[in-house]
């Protein structure tokens, strides 16, 4: 027994070890005050709140293409993502529902809704995904969200609210080349003007490779 328990110690500590970080390294950092677009596809930048941001998007995406990726095991990529407006989240047609995705490399690892109705215990409020997949998940809206005190981006509209939510994903990554998708699938059968009804933009993009 004491030989088994000491063999299951070894293993173990070898297994630790060799998932143990050896080497992290930021290859892309943007805040786009420098109005930096290189490497992205259907780039936009507008003024959001006294910063530059990446949008502002509605039924749009954007594509970051990164290469000569240093040899790594995992890749993480963050940034801030900003939820313009009247998003409906979970709610069917003709309002929604509002989808957000981010995908890497043709996978998608986020297939999410967000809302941005105010919620009020006992009345009845636009559930969203986020912080987990649609359609499977009914949250109360701007869970998870990291601000919701930011201003409209536009004033025709309302909820006047932009939501804010701080987006980190690692993930299994070994190619020397990385494509970066984020895009939206919103519906609004009934608005005027559907950018200033419903929109997203990011900010402060960073992608870290990471070596095991």
């Known amino acids: 027994m004491k030989k088994c328990a000491l063999l299951i110690a070894v293993l173990f500590f070898a297994i630790s070890c060799k998932n143990q970080v050896k080497n992290e390294a930021v290859v892309y950092s943007n805040d786009f005050e420098k109005n930096d677009l290189q490497g992205i596809t259907n780039g936009v930048i507008e003024k959001f709140n006294s910063t530059n941001v990446l949008g502002r998007y509605n039924n749009g995406n954007f594509s970051l293409v990164l290469n000569n990726l240093p040899k790594h095991d995992l890749v993480t990529i963050s940034f801030d993502l900003y939820i313009h407006d009247s998003w409906d989240g979970n709610k069917k ?29 006992g009345n009845f409020t636009s559930p969203q995904s986020y912080p987990f997949n649609y359609p499977n998940n009914y949250n109360n809206p701007k869970t998870g969200a990291y601000r919701t005190d930011l201003p409209s981006a536009c004033d025709t509209v309302g909820p006047k609210i932009t939501s804010q939510y701080k987006i980190s994903k690692t993930l299994n990554h070994k190619s020397s080349t990385l494509q970066l998708q984020c895009l939206d699938k919103l519906i609004q059968r009934n608005a005027a003007n559907p950018k200033c009804d419903e929109s997203w933009s990011v900010d402060n993009i960073t992608v870290t490779t990471i070596t095991l």
Do not use: H, K, L, R
């Open 93 to 121: 047609e003709p309002d929604g529902p509002d989808i957000w995705q981010m995908v890497v490399d043709g996978n998608v690892f986020i297939n999410t809704t967000f809302s941005n109705d105010a919620f009020i215990a």
